[in-house]
């Protein structure tokens, strides 16, 4: 990979708003060199928005009922991206760019021996080349569910463009929920 040209450190928490509201998951993005925030991707089951300190960035998502299209709400005829989960974990966005991820995970069962190892691993690849890559330092708890655990880490990219960034973390996150649904389902 060749060095990258942005480093991003991100914070991921998860806020439950009662019996009947869907958990809030919120993705904090920070500039590595000087600590001014990006913006914050919150993701809310079906529904999505990132929010930059400027607001001029902003903009709200939704997912299609049936299908894996996110659209900006309110067009409906605007497509943000398309996100596939299958053999490949990959996001299509409106301009017709195609992103590839591959997640690694490392299960820490003695955290003192394992400080600097990630325990996740998220790579981003367009035409094979890697784009954009997430780490997550923060042990996982035992016994919890790695879609709403405390995560802490950096993302190093080449990408310039925040939404793109945004839309790649969706996909992460999207993923993680798919694999516990799968789990779940297959128990």
């Given at each position: 990979?060749?060095?990258?040209?942005?480093?991003?450190?991100?914070?991921?928490?998860?806020?439950?708003?009662?019996?009947?509201?869907?958990?809030?998951?919120?993705?904090?993005?920070?500039?590595?060199?000087?600590?001014?925030?990006?913006?914050?991707?919150?993701?809310?089951?079906?529904?999505?928005?990132?929010?930059?300190?400027?607001?001029?960035?902003?903009?709200?998502?939704r997912?299609?009922?049936?299908?894996?299209?996110?659209?900006y709400?309110?067009e409906?005829?605007?497509?943000?991206?398309?996100?596939?989960?299958?053999?490949?974990?990959?996001?299509?966005?409106?301009?017709?760019?195609?992103?590839?991820?591959?997640?690694?995970?490392?299960?820490?069962?003695?955290?003192?021996?394992?400080?600097?190892?990630?325990?996740?691993?998220?790579?981003?690849?367009?035409?094979?080349?890697?784009?954009?890559?997430?780490?997550?330092?923060?042990?996982?708890?035992?016994?919890?569910?790695?879609?709403?655990?405390?995560?802490?880490?950096?993302?190093?990219?080449?990408?310039?463009?925040?939404?793109?960034?945004?839309?790649?973390?969706?996909?992460?996150?999207t993923?993680?929920?798919?694999?516990?649904?799968?789990?779940?389902?297959?128990?």
């Open positions: 990979m060749p060095p990258p040209e942005h480093t991003i450190s991100f914070s991921r928490s998860t806020q439950r708003n009662g019996l009947f509201n869907p958990a809030a998951t919120t993705f904090s993005l920070t500039r590595s060199q000087g600590g001014a925030p990006l913006g914050q991707l919150i993701v809310r089951f079906n529904k999505a928005e990132f929010r930059t300190p400027d607001g001029r960035e902003d903009f709200a998502i997912k299609s009922f049936w299908g894996s299209k996110w659209r709400e309110g409906d005829d605007r497509l943000f991206a398309r996100i596939s989960i299958g053999f490949r974990y990959t996001a299509t966005f409106a301009d017709d760019s195609r992103y590839r991820m591959k997640l690694r995970r490392r299960w820490r069962i003695f955290t003192r021996k394992a400080v600097d190892e990630f325990t996740h691993l998220a790579l981003f690849f367009r035409d094979e080349n890697e784009v954009m890559r997430l780490e997550n330092f923060r042990p996982l708890p035992f016994f919890s569910s790695e879609v709403s655990a405390t995560m802490e880490g950096v993302i190093h990219t080449q990408l310039s463009d925040i939404r793109t960034v945004a839309g790649l973390l969706l996909l992460f996150q993923c993680l929920i798919v694999s516990r649904q799968a789990a779940a389902a297959s128990a």
